[in-house]
């Protein structure tokens, strides 16, 4: 059975279909380079974006 939970208070269940490097984020498995969300949303903060450094995972959160 696999934990619904972050690593804000309990350990991260990584899922390893969405990869991450953001250490700072509340959802990031501090022990591998893994989201613990089941899913992200991504977005943009450009009207009409060309490169990847003008998307956002829109589900980080400060940890």
């Known amino acids: ?3 619904t939970c972050t690593n804000d208070g309990c350990d991260c269940t990584p ?12 959802h990031h498995c ?3 380079h893994y989201c613990g969300l089941t899913n ?3 977005g ?4 009409n ?3 990847d450094q003008c998307t956002d995972c829109q589900s980080f959160q400060k940890g």
């Open 1 to 3: 059975m696999s934990k």
């Open 15 to 26: 899922n390893t279909a969405i990869k991450c490097e953001v250490t700072s984020c509340k």
């Open 30 to 32: 501090q022990s591998e």
């Open 40 to 42: 992200i949303q991504v």
């Open 44 to 47: 943009t903060h450009e009207q």
């Open 49 to 51: 974006p060309t490169m």
